[in-house]
């Protein structure tokens, strides 16, 4: 499959920067990462997307833990935050002694409640000098340690189905790195899994099925499914555009869904709210 997104129908539009796509209970669950918000909508009924909760500054990656518990990054702070079934918000885990730069995606390993979540590593808006950045592995009771370091802006990450593999895009590294979960939570066999084509900057990403990968191009405005060695199987362009995360979802698993904005930053969004989901079939399901 190769196609634009002139081809995906609308879902959500007015957003600022559509970030942590994810699905869950019959619902397309995303951040709109520069206002702080967090958001729910079912894409099947004509009912406006629902507020779930708020936190002060950046928003990005979501996942919910053991008990059911909704977890955000929340990048400024530096903290994954939790949302209570009220809709208030407390701190799960605070990484800001640890770590300096903005706390980035995050995921939620659901076969023992850990989080993994990554930083930038160097102050991005504010122009400083690439450096690479770690990723953090947070327990079930809101404890920190470094799962790796080293890596070329961490980013999405994803636990591919039937496995204890876990493969974490690095953005500005044009790749995806995998690393072997260990029983206490470490990562090992740091590796290549898949080199990605020249100027592809892999942000957001969901796993299918068959262990193959959807991972979003900022810069390049496109949306590639690859597998493990690099093949890229089926493209989705979206040109003009950021290309900033996707998640797999609908009654069948089938339907991808798109998050693009017209850029990353936060002074253009502000004025533009040119950001939107859309959605598009697709042959293999999620995970």
Not at 36 to 51: I, L, M, N
Not at 131 to 147: C, I, K, N, Y
Not at 165 to 175: P, Y
Request: charged content about 25%.
């Amino acid at each position: 499959m190769h196609i634009t997104l002139d081809a995906a129908t609308d879902v959500v539009t007015g957003i600022r920067f559509p970030e942590g796509n994810r699905w869950r209970a019959g619902r397309l669950w995303y951040s709109d990462m520069h206002t702080g918000e967090v958001f729910s909508v079912d894409p099947s009924a004509d009912a406006a997307p629902w507020r779930e909760a708020r936190v002060d500054g950046q928003s990005s990656g979501l996942g919910w833990l053991a008990d059911g518990r909704l977890v955000v990054s929340a990048m400024e702070s530096r903290t994954i935050v939790a949302v209570e079934s009220d809709g208030s918000t407390s701190v799960f885990a605070d990484l800001s002694s640890v770590e300096s730069s903005l706390v980035n995606d995050l995921v939620v390993d659901d076969a023992t409640g850990r989080t993994y979540i990554g930083a930038f590593g160097y102050d991005l808006y504010g122009g400083e000098e690439l450096r690479p950045g770690p990723l953090w592995v947070v327990e079930p009771d809101g404890s920190a340690r470094l799962a790796a370091d080293g890596l070329v802006f961490p980013n999405s990450a994803n636990v591919l189905p039937g496995t204890r593999t876990l493969v974490v895009s690095e953005t500005w590294g044009g790749r995806l790195t995998a690393f072997d979960i260990e029983a206490d939570g470490s990562l090992t066999g740091r590796r290549t899994w898949a080199s990605l084509p020249e100027g592809v900057t892999p942000d957001g990403s969901t796993v299918d099925a068959e262990g193959a990968i959807w991972v979003c191009s900022v810069d390049t405005g496109e949306f590639l499914r690859v597998v493990e060695g690099g093949e890229v199987t089926d493209r989705i362009d979206a040109p003009g555009r950021c290309a900033v995360d996707c998640a797999l979802g609908g009654d069948d698993g089938r339907t991808l869904y798109l998050a693009t904005a017209d850029s990353y930053d936060p002074a253009t969004t502000a004025r533009t709210h040119d950001g939107r989901i859309s959605a598009v079939r697709v042959a293999v399901p999620g995970s």
